[in-house]
Structure formats: C-alpha cells, structure tokens
C-alpha cells in the first residue's frame, strides 16, 4: 500500500500544483486584465482631460471674441451716437444762426416802417394846418363848396362815387 499511498501522494502533490498553477494563471490573466483596463481608463481620463482642456480654452477665445465684438460694436455705436449729434447740434445752430438773422431783418424792416410810418404822421402834421387854412379860404370864397364837400365826404364814406359837378 505505500506504493499507493505514495502515488495518490505523488498525484495529489501534482493535482495541488497543477490547481495552483490554475489559479494563478487564472489570477494572472485577471490581474493583466485589472492592468489593462487600468491603462485604458488612464487613456480615456488623459483624452477627456485634453478634450475638457481644449473645450475650456475654445470657451476662452469665444468669450474673448464675444467681448472684443461687444466692445468693438460699443464703440462704434458711440462713434455713431457721437457723429449724429454733433451733425443735429450744427444743423440747430445754423437754424438758430438763421432764425436770428431772418428776426433781425425782419426788425430792421419793422423798424423802418415804423420810421416811414413816423414820418408821413409828421408830414400829415405839417399839412394838416396849412389844409385846414385852404378849406376856410376856399368856404369863405365860395360858400356852394361846402355842400360839395359834404357830399363828396358823404360818398367817400358809402363807398360810392358820384358826379360832383357844379
């Protein structure tokens, strides 16, 4: 029986090894595949990471871009605003400039009037005796006149003309 025993030993010794060499094939196979994985995901990580990276500084320049268009139109349309307004304030001014120009005249022509007006009235004055003393003489002369004359005033008022003949 020792021969045997010596044999379910021999192959119990060897089965054990063979189930151990099993196991840590089994165990190294897992392991590469731990490593491999592990290599993967560290790829996969340093690609996100990149893309994430390229993402943040594409966000960068188009928040960049965004601010400088912002800016650029800001100031163009202060430049505009700017422009525009000193166009309206010249053209009010020169209307302004015109206005005071065409008010004056127009007082120039108001105040000569008012001089020609102050002028005849004096002149009318100076008539006025000198007429009054031509009807007294010319009533005193000729007395049929003044029926004449108050006729002549009569259709001056009603707007009629008459033959005022003697």
Same mark, same amino acid.
């Given at each position: 029986?020792?021969?045997? &025993? ?30 491999? #994985?592990?290599? &993967?995901?560290? #790829? ?7 893309? #994430? ?27 505009? #605003?700017?422009?525009?307004? &000193? ?24 105040? &000569? ?54």
């Amino acid at each position: 029986m020792s021969d045997t &025993s010596a044999a379910l030993q021999g192959t119990s010794a060897r089965g054990n090894g063979e189930l151990f060499l099993d196991a840590q094939s089994h165990l190294q196979n897992l392991l590469s595949e731990i490593s491999r #994985v592990r290599q &993967s995901i560290k #790829v996969g990580e340093m690609a996100s990471e990149d893309q #994430v990276e390229e993402l943040r500084d594409k966000l960068r320049r188009e928040a960049s871009e965004a601010r400088e268009i912002a800016n650029a139109l800001r100031y163009d349309l202060d430049d505009t #605003v700017h422009t525009r307004t &000193s166009i309206l304030k010249d053209a009010l001014e020169e209307m302004l400039h015109l206005q005071r120009t065409k008010d004056r005249r127009q007082q120039d022509q108001l105040d &000569s009037i008012e001089t020609d007006l102050h002028q005849t009235k004096a002149g009318l004055a100076t008539l006025a005796a000198p007429w009054q003393n031509l009807q007294l003489r010319c009533f005193e002369r000729r007395p049929d006149c003044r029926k004449y004359y108050a006729k002549g005033l009569e259709s001056l008022r009603t707007g009629h003309k008459k033959n005022n003949s003697p």
